[in-house]
Nanobody, 115 residues
């Protein structure tokens, strides 16, 4: 059974920082591509950042320079370090794992940025 468990969300003021974590089980983490997505109220889910099994990263333009995705294969965990948070970053953040041929999702963690 695949489980992706996110943590680290919360309420933060604009300009602040948070680090999200996603602990994975039930997949071969080292060969899985991982990602973070987010969904704001009334909007579609959108890509935030991805990291391949080899460590290549990709970011949405809106978060470049502020967010950093990383992974620790020894801990089966992917992280999203977020700095200089803006009110428009408010959303539910979802962890994603692509373990061929299936894409898995976590339950999401709420990030709220106040002005």
């Amino acid at each position: 059974q695949v489980q992706l468990v996110e943590s680290g969300g919360g309420l933060v003021q604009a300009g602040g920082s948070l680090r999200l974590s996603c602990a994975a089980s039930g997949i071969i983490f080292g060969v899985s591509d991982m990602g973070w997505y987010r969904q704001a109220p009334g909007k579609q889910r959108e890509l935030v950042a991805t990291i391949t099994s080899s460590g290549s990263t990709n970011y949405a333009d809106s978060v470049k320079g502020r967010f950093t995705i990383s992974r620790d294969d020894a801990k089966n965990t992917v992280y999203l370090q977020m700095i200089n948070l803006k009110t428009e970053d408010t959303a539910v953040y979802y962890c994603s794992a692509f373990s061929r041929p299936t894409n898995y999702w976590g339950q999401g963690t709420q990030v709220t940025v106040s002005s």
